[in-house]
């Protein structure tokens, strides 16, 4: 009953969260909605008994990559409520077709077995920093890499669009 309850008041949180951070005008407001879900999950971890997983999203995610965030944000000057003008003409149509695309690209992928985690079940997995980083770099080294490329990838988006940003309002 208690972890009935739990659920309940911490989905409530995320999800309130979750729909924060995408419908908030002000990116402080969103990112404090990303911190939310985060701990709120953190809480899901706790509950499903990996203490592990639940310390690094407090630790790492919510406290020093969101932290990050923010200090970007406010360094940067976004932190004023934004426009909704479209600056980037026919944007939402291309984010529609890269979204498409990128469905397609999971369908497909889901067809095919490219998990290269064990598919045996056997005794149950460890949860210590020994047995996680183990599994992690011999048997999930594919989807580790992928993941750090994505990231990457994002930051250097974002980079390119404060940059973006930061010339067309000193040229008007």
Do not use: C
Not at 57 to 78: H, K, S
Not at 138 to 143: M, S, T
Request: a negative charge.
């Amino acid at each position: 009953m208690v972890e009935l309850v739990l659920f309940v008041i911490f989905g409530t949180a995320a999800l309130f969260g979750a729909v924060s951070m995408v419908w908030a005008r002000n990116p402080v407001y969103s990112a404090m909605g990303l911190m939310l879900t985060m701990f709120s999950v953190a809480v899901f971890y706790v509950s499903n008994a990996a203490h592990f997983i639940a310390v690094v999203q407090v630790i790492i995610y919510a406290g020093a990559v969101m932290t990050l965030f923010l200090f970007v944000i406010m360094l940067i000057g976004v932190d004023r409520e934004e426009h909704r003008r479209e600056s980037i003409p026919f944007h939402r149509p291309i984010a529609l077709v890269v979204l498409a695309l990128f469905g397609a690209g999971v369908l497909v992928a889901g067809r095919v077995a490219w998990v290269t985690g064990p598919t045996t079940a056997g005794e149950p997995i460890n949860g210590t920093v020994e047995v996680i980083g183990e599994e992690l770099f011999r048997k999930w080294v594919l989807p580790f890499e992928v993941t750090a490329l994505l990231l990457i990838i994002a930051s250097v988006g974002a980079i390119g669009l404060a940059l973006f940003k930061g010339d067309r309002e000193a040229g008007s």
